[in-house]
C-alpha cells in the first residue's frame, strides 16, 4: 500500500496525469488515470518508469 500523501505529490511521468493506486491479484500498481498506464510498486516503492510501465490491455488479471 502507497502513503496517501506521497500519491497525492506523485504523477505519471509521461502525461502528468493523476495516479491511483490499484491491486491487481496480488500484483500493486499505480495507474494513470489519463493515459491508462500501470506502473508497478515493488516492496512499497513505485516505480515510475515509463519503460517499466504496462498498457491497461496487457494488465494480466485473472
Partial sequence: MINQDLLS???CPVCK???EYTKINDND???CQTC???YPVK???PILLPE???KEEN???D
Fill in 9 to 11: 505529490i506523485l504523477a
Fill in 17 to 19: 496525469g493523476d495516479l
Fill in 29 to 31: 500498481y499505480l495507474k
Fill in 36 to 38: 491508462k498506464l500501470y
Fill in 43 to 45: 516492496e512499497e516503492i
Fill in 52 to 54: 517499466e510501465a504496462v
Fill in 59 to 61: 494488465v494480466k488479471r
